[in-house]
């Protein structure tokens, strides 16, 4: 999957814009503060109907408008898609693909699979287990329909059983339905937590390869799932907590609060690892992210690098580059130098100044 054009109306900071892209590498250079990041975004928005960055869509609309458009122009073995979305402040965005609304946003997701990779991923391993859930909800979102379809249900009803557990402040009788929201919590948490145990499984058969290379054959990697309670287990302790939950009123059980662990030579580098392996096993897991998509879909991703290469040393920028391959790639950065200095094979590239985006080769 490649993508040929970017349109977008009232976005971020650009009230219009068309970009073609090369198959290839393609790179967006300019200052700090100018609008790359925002391109990347737009096409990460466009692929999976969110913001990397977490905002809403009444933020991502430029300044002092109530609507915008984002419009790519995909193509997969010589066949184009047109997916037209139209985000809306006060609403709910709309998306058209080839000129068809379709009924849920969610329907887009696995269209086209984006792997996005910013400075704020090397911090992955060293941050909280939000970061690591939301990289595997996001991967396995794009590119399996049931899991998404069962996580956003799983969302939902925490989300239900929240609010209850505060009305039954205000009404204690509402404690009979509390067994009826741990059954549908049970039902779609299981399915959760199975297909991310499966998916931890087909990141190590890819992510054990990659590490020793990028480590020198030093270390070896391999991922844990954490998960707050398995499926035998997810009813009794559920139930356990009834009135931990009521006290709190929130949720304490279930895979919302699941965490993964990065371990080498048994030691949790969460905790004891150094920045660099640390950062070698983000960038070990980011790469292992490209392979997976291309194994599930058996097709390639688009790879968006927002300004990571600055925050690489020479060794990791070197495999990081050596192991895009075939796949189409837009590189965020303040300038050229790294490029040119390293030879890299650059197939088009554009200057970003103030929202304006002009082409030099």
């Not at 990289?135 to 009803?157: A, P, V």
């Amino acid at each position: 999957m490649i993508i040929n054009k970017l349109e977008l109306t009232d976005y971020r900071n650009y009230e219009s814009l068309e970009l073609e892209f090369d198959k290839g590498t393609n790179i967006l250079f300019g200052d700090n503060a100018q609008g790359k990041t925002n391109i990347l975004e737009a096409i990460f928005v466009a692929a999976t109907t969110k913001s990397h960055r977490g905002s809403k869509d009444s933020e991502i609309i430029r300044f002092g408008c109530s609507e915008g458009h984002i419009r790519t122009y995909l193509e997969k073995n010589g066949v184009g898609t047109k997916v037209d979305m139209h985000l809306r402040s006060a609403k709910s965005k709309g998306i058209a693909i080839d000129g068809q609304r379709i009924k849920k946003a969610t329907d887009l997701m696995g269209l086209c699979n984006v792997v996005f990779f910013s400075p704020e991923d090397l911090n992955i391993i060293k941050n909280g287990p939000g970061y690591r859930r939301r990289f595997i909800d996001m991967e396995l979102s794009q590119l399996d329909s049931f899991y998404l379809y069962n996580l956003n249900n799983y969302n939902k009803i925490v989300n239900q059983r929240n609010q209850l557990l505060k009305d039954l402040y205000f009404n204690p009788q509402l404690k009979e339905t509390l067994p009826i929201w741990d059954d549908q919590l049970i039902s779609y948490g299981n399915k959760v937590i199975e297909r991310r145990r499966q998916f931890v499984d087909q990141l190590n058969e890819i992510i054990y390869d990659i590490h020793r290379k990028l480590s020198g054959g030093i270390e070896e990697i391999k991922i844990i799932y954490e998960p707050d309670t398995d499926e035998e287990g997810y009813a009794e302790k559920l139930k356990k907590n009834h009135e931990r939950d009521i006290k709190s009123k929130v949720t304490s059980v279930g895979p919302h609060r699941d965490d993964f662990s990065f371990e080498t030579g048994g030691i949790d580098i969460r905790k004891y690892g150094s920045q660099g392996q640390q950062r070698t096993a983000a960038l070990s897991l980011k790469l292992s992210e490209i392979e997976i998509v291309k194994n599930i879909t058996k097709d390639t991703p688009i790879l968006l690098l927002d300004d990571v290469l600055s925050e690489l040393d020479s060794k990791r920028q070197k495999f990081l580059l050596d192991s895009i391959g075939d796949i189409q790639t837009i590189i965020s950065c303040t300038g050229l130098e790294e490029f040119v200095n390293d030879r890299f094979m650059l197939n088009r590239v554009f200057e970003v100044n103030k929202g304006t985006v002009s082409i030099k080769q």
